[in-house]
Every structure is written in structure tokens, then in C-alpha cells.
């Protein structure tokens, strides 16, 4: 007797709100990429924010010598 | 707005008498202006001075040469004014002055500025006030932290009031500013016959031609001419307005000792005053002047980058052509 | 120069979040940059007569 396959075995996903978790994998590589797009988005915007520039710019390797601002005592009015 | 006609418009203009003259010929007047072009081609002068470049060089030599003539004299040409003043009685028009500031890359020339301070400091200072430049703003600019304190130092300053509410005199601190040489404008006009010297911290914004006219007047006294007469305690100085002035000469050689050394004719003490004076009145000189050079950089690129995507976006509409192929009409 | 073209496209823009951060990017640097050459334009311009370029006379006489 041979058993005939009625019809496609349909599977489901589980899934919330439409989610689930192969499509969100798919996602990983732009959502990466779009995370480098909002740091340099902040850095751009930051740039000129003296609290940024000691914590992070002024530590960028080859020209982070560009955002210390180191005067000799004699140059400032204190 | 005469060039942007086409040229030969105007020959429609002159075809105005003809058309006077007979009527007859009016209809076929009408249209002059859409053949032109190819009829003249009779007189290839005659259509090289019809040409739009033509007018257009016309009226950019005209109204160039009255810019450049009314820059010059300071009229427009064959235009006849009445000045109640007398050309003496304004003062004297100031050359322009080759200031090592002057052009659009330049900053001042830092030692130029201590040296003119040390002659505001030893003559000025004498009459004219500097309200509105603190010792602090000499630091960085024309002298080290220490010696702006120490020069603030040698000035009493009243402060208060103490625990007892009376007020006391202490010596300078950077953030005070340069001290008058009068407590008030009536003791200024008391020990000067009447006239007030000015504050000089604005002074080169607030006269016509600037640095210029404050060097020229520094550098101008001289004999008044014969019949000019002068009152008593006034002087001659063709440069200020109505030519008799309270102050007297105050510039002469070796006035001052510069410690580097300069020698210090007049004309060098003027210069370096006049410089002095120019920081005071605009401190922000040399910030503003980098700053515009990098605004004149990034708008006049972002201008030609807008103009070519203009150009970009509208070629496909600017080359295109079109046309009209009316319907066959199958019936015949 | 098409190649080119071809290649900046297909580097940057054919991914929208390549793009901007290419963008950000470019315009953090642009920004250090510009300044940079301009100041260095600037200084050479104006060499021995800005403060920096003096005030060694002065520190030292102190000492």
C-alpha cells in the first residue's frame, strides 16, 4: 500500500507581532551597520562638546592631538 | 536691465521714424525683430555692434567706470553738489595706510600691539581713557599671565565694602580694567580746557576711515597755513574736522623706549598705537578673519556643488524636443 | 571614471545604512580635517606675527 502525501506539511514559525527569530536574524548585519550610522552620527553632532572631546576624541590614536586643548599657564588669564 | 533685450530690438526702435513716415509699411514692420538677424547679415560690423555682448560690455563699462569714479572722488560724475562745509572744515581725507592687518589672510602683528600698548601706557594714558579692556585681555594677546599681574599690580583699585562697610583700596587683579586718568568727564574737561579726550577703546570703529584717520592725525600737525587763524591753546590739524584741535603733538622721536629694540621714530609710535587701538576696538579680528576664511571655502564650494546638480537634474529637460505629429486624417 | 563611479556606488550607496554612515563619517573627518589646513594655512601666513610666534621672548626674559 503505498501512502500518498495528501497535501504540503505545513510548518509554523513561532512568531510575536509578526517577528520571529530567522527574520531577525536576518537583520543582524544592517542593524549593525545602521549602529555604525548612529555612532557617527553622535560623533559628527559631539564633535565640538568639551566633555566628549577629553573622554573620547582626544584618545583617537593618530590625530586625536587635534582636540587637546593644553595652553601654557602663561598664555590664560587665571 | 537694458542688455537683457536682445540686440536687435533696439533696431525695431529705430524703425519707428521709417514707420512714421509711412504708414503703409507698418504691417510688414511689425515683425522686424524675429528676421533680423538673418537680413543684417549684410554688414558683419553692423551685427557685431547689435550684438548682445555687445551691450552687455557697454553697460558693464558704464556702470563700472561711475562705480569706479564715484569710489574715487566720492560724487557720481556731472552731478553738481553744494556742501555748506568747506573740504577744511571736514578734516582732511587719510591715506590708506599699508596696516599689516589689512588683508583678508592677515592678522595683527602681536608685537606691534605690546609695543603700542606700552605707548598708550606711557602718552595716552596720560588723557584718554580704555574702559572697556581689562588687564586680563592683554594675556595671550600681547603678554604673558605674570606680567599682566604685575602691571595690574601697580594700580589701586577701590574695592568693598568690608565687614565694616567701608570701602578700601587694594591692588589690581587681572580682571580689572585699564584704569582712567580721570575719575570723571567734568575733572576731564576741567584739566583740559574744556575739551574731553575720548575713550579710545572704540575709537578706530568710531571714525570715519579708522586706523587711517587716527594715524593721520597723529602724524598730521603741522604750521596752520598763512591766514588761518588759531585760537589760543588750539592746534593745527588739517585731518580733524575743522582743522583746530585741544590736543596737541604728542608723538615725537625717541618718545618712547621699545625693549625690543625698534627704533622709535613718530611714525613707528603712531603705527604701533594705531594697531593697539585697532585690537581694542575689534579683539575678535583675527578669530572672525579665520573663521570667514573658512565660511568663504565651504559656501563657494556648496555653490558651484548646487549649481552643477542644477545643471545635472535639468539636461534631460533642457535637450529634450518636442514633437507634434498631428493625426492622419484616414478619411482621404 | 565610470569604474569609479561604478565602484563608489556599489561601495556606499547601495546599502542605505552603508550610506550614512559614510556620511557621519566622512563629516567627523571632513570637520577635523578642514580645520586643520586651515589653521595650518592660516599660521603659515601670518608666521612671527601671532602671539605664539613672539612670546617666547617674553617667557624667557621671566626665567
Known amino acids: ?68 586643548y593644553n595652553p601654557d599657564p602663561e598664555d590664560i588669564p587665571i | 536691465m537694458l542688455f537683457r533685450l536682445p540686440a536687435s530690438s533696439l533696431k525695431s526702435v529705430h524703425s519707428l521714424k521709417d514707420v ?42 558704464t556702470v563700472g567706470s561711475i562705480a569706479w569714479y564715484t569710489h574715487l572722488y ?61 588687564w586680563r585681555n592683554l594675556v ?27 570701602m578700601f583700596q587694594r591692588p589690581g587683579k587681572l580682571s580689572d580694567y585699564l584704569p582712567p586718568p580721570y575719575p570723571n568727564e567734568e575733572a576731564a574737561r576741567a584739566s583740559n580746557q574744556g575739551a574731553l579726550p575720548p575713550d579710545l577703546s572704540l575709537i578706530t570703529k568710531a571714525r ?3 586706523p587711517d584717520y587716527v594715524f ?15 585760537r589760543e591753546g588750539m592746534n593745527y590739524n588739517p585731518y580733524f574736522p575743522g582743522n583746530a584741535i585741544s590736543m596737541a603733538r604728542v608723538l615725537f622721536d625717541e618718545l618712547v623706549e621699545y625693549e625690543d629694540g625698534t627704533p622709535a621714530t613718530t611714525s613707528q609710535l603712531a603705527k604701533d598705537v594705531v594697531t593697539f587701538l585697532n585690537w581694542a576696538a575689534e579683539p575678535e579680528h583675527d578669530e572672525r578673519k579665520k573663521a570667514g576664511i573658512k565660511a568663504v571655502i565651504l559656501f563657494s564650494s556648496l555653490t558651484l556643488i548646487s549649481l552643477y546638480v542644477k545643471r545635472f537634474k535639468w539636461s534631460v529637460i533642457k535637450n529634450r524636443k518636442i514633437f507634434y505629429n498631428p493625426p492622419v486624417d484616414k478619411t482621404h | 571614471m565610470a569604474g569609479f563611479a561604478n565602484l563608489f556606488y556599489n561601495t556606499f550607496v547601495r546599502r542605505n545604512s552603508v550610506y550614512v554612515t559614510a556620511i557621519f563619517g566622512s563629516a567627523f573627518a571632513f570637520g577635523v580635517g578642514f580645520d586643520t589646513a586651515v589653521t595650518s594655512v592660516w599660521d603659515k601666513w601670518n608666521q612671527g606675527k601671532q602671539w605664539k610666534d613672539i612670546r617666547d621672548k617674553y617667557i624667557q626674559d621671566e626665567e
Open chain 2, 20 to 61: 512714421a513716415a509711412n504708414s503703409s509699411r507698418l504691417v510688414a514692420r511689425r515683425t522686424p525683430v524675429r528676421f533680423a538677424s538673418s537680413s543684417s547679415a549684410s554688414s558683419t560690423v553692423k551685427s557685431v555692434l547689435d550684438s548682445r555682448a555687445a551691450l552687455a560690455s557697454a553697460a558693464i563699462a
Open chain 2, 74 to 134: 566720492g560724487t557720481l560724475p556731472f552731478v553738481g553738489q553744494v556742501h555748506a562745509n568747506s573740504p577744511a572744515e571736514e578734516g582732511l581725507h587719510p591715506p590708506q595706510y599699508p596696516w599689516s592687518h589689512n588683508g583678508w589672510l592677515d592678522s595683527y602683528d602681536h608685537a606691534s600691539i605690546r609695543r603700542g600698548y606700552q605707548v598708550y601706557r606711557e602718552v595716552c594714558a596720560a588723557c584718554h581713557s580704555l574702559d572697556r579692556i581689562a
Open chain 2, 140 to 166: 595671550g594677546v600681547s603678554h604673558t599671565a605674570d606680567e599682566a599681574k604685575a602691571m595690574a599690580e601697580e594700580v589701586e583699585y577701590e574695592d568693598g565694602p568690608n565687614d565694616q562697610g567701608e
Open chain 2, 208 to 210: 570715519h576711515s579708522g
Open chain 2, 216 to 230: 593721520a592725525l597723529l602724524t598730521g600737525y603741522r604750521d596752520p597755513p598763512a591766514g588761518f587763524e588759531i
Open chain 1, 1 to 68: 500500500m503505498v501512502s500518498y502525501v495528501k497535501g504540503p506539511a505545513y510548518k509554523t514559525v513561532k512568531s510575536v507581532a509578526g517577528l520571529n527569530i530567522p527574520l531577525l536574524k536576518s537583520y543582524v548585519p544592517n542593524l549593525a551597520l545602521w549602529g555604525g550610522a548612529v555612532a557617527g552620527g553622535i560623533a559628527t553632532f559631539t564633535e565640538g562638546i568639551p566633555l566628549f572631546q577629553n573622554t573620547f576624541y582626544s584618545k583617537i590614536p593618530v590625530f586625536g592631538e587635534h582636540w587637546v
